[in-house]
């Protein structure tokens, strides 16, 4: 019975590997990617014969909830920390050199975590109306519905943003 789980992981890792570390660095840093990459596929070694044939949404929603668990694990850590002694804060990355995708950012993270990480599966990780109704565990009607509501959460946060309308933001115009 082993030969068989370990031929089905040796078959599964190849087909979900990189899609999960981009996932997967997308969202966190570099070492907790890695921890939370690890992670997620000992949970798929643990429960490989539950892993269904289409097995990357699955397996994103597993990833998913391994990150939460990091992040959950990151701020009990920093809680004890700042109780020992005070801390400064690590220093921020350069800001990315194209303006538009600075403004998707900001306008990403303005959003509500649940509709940005909606839009993230959607637009980053291009998954399908019924691939994040697995992931997320919920109707694909449901993801539809939440999907278009949080388009358009987004596109009002973008308008907000100076300069990131596109078009809309033209100051010189032809007269006849």
């Not at 014969?49 to 289409?54: F, L």
């Not at 994103?60 to 990150?67: D, E, F, K, N």
């Not at 109306?129 to 009607?141: K, Q, R």
Request: proline letters at 7%; aromatic letters at 4%.
């Amino acid at each position: 019975m082993t030969d068989g789980r370990r031929e089905r992981f040796e078959e599964l890792v190849p087909a979900i590997l990189e899609p999960l570390r981009r996932f997967l660095a997308r969202r966190t840093d570099a070492a907790t990617a890695d921890d939370v990459l690890a992670d997620t596929l000992l949970v798929c070694w643990r429960r490989i014969d539950e892993v269904p044939d289409e097995a990357l949404p699955w397996a994103y929603g597993v990833a998913r909830l391994c990150l939460a668990n990091a992040e959950r694990s990151g701020r009990r850590q920093r809680r004890v920390a700042a109780r020992i002694a005070t801390v400064d804060p690590p220093a921020t990355a350069s800001g990315d050199p194209d303006p538009a995708v600075d403004a998707v950012r900001e306008a990403i993270a303005a959003l509500p975590d649940a509709d940005a990480e909606l839009l993230r599966f959607w637009a980053w990780e291009q998954l399908s109306v019924s691939d994040i109704a697995v992931v997320l565990d919920v109707t694909p009607n449901a993801v539809s519905i939440r999907l278009h509501r949080a388009r358009e959460k987004l596109r009002d946060e973008l308008r907000k943003i100076p300069g990131a309308a596109g078009h809309d933001q033209v100051t010189e115009r032809r007269t006849p």
